[in-house]
């Protein structure tokens, strides 16, 4: 997760819209050609919020509708304050990842 969200800095990744964006990466064991998406709530020096991923063979895209749900719970994301990425982390609806975790 670290190293996509290094990559979505640098602007390598596929905007749906709405600070929505399709991230492919690799899963333990494969490369990113035999690896999964994931769905992220981004915003540039601010928070990554890795929500949906799926491996590729699976699922070859996502509906509208789901976009359009996507791009609300981005917007909800992004807008929490400390206060509130603290409590839902605590609350274990959040999993808090750091450039400088180990695991």
Excluded: H, W
Excluded at 5 to 11: C, D, H, M
Excluded at 29 to 44: D, E, N, S
Excluded at 52 to 72: S, V
Aim: proline content about 1%; aromatic content about 8%.
């Amino acid at each position: 997760m670290r190293a996509a969200a290094r990559k979505l800095e640098q602007g390598l990744a596929d905007a749906l819209g709405g600070n929505v964006y399709k991230k492919r990466v690799a899963l333990s064991g494969r490369c990113k050609r035999g690896g999964a998406r994931t769905l992220v709530a981004f915003r540039r020096v601010s928070s990554a919020f890795f929500f949906y991923g799926y491996p590729k063979n699976e699922r070859a895209t996502i509906t509208d509708r789901e976009l359009e749900g996507l791009r609300l719970l981005a917007k909800e994301l992004l807008g929490y304050g400390e206060a509130q990425l603290a409590t839902a982390v605590r609350a274990g609806e959040l999993f808090e990842v750091n450039d400088d975790d180990e695991t």
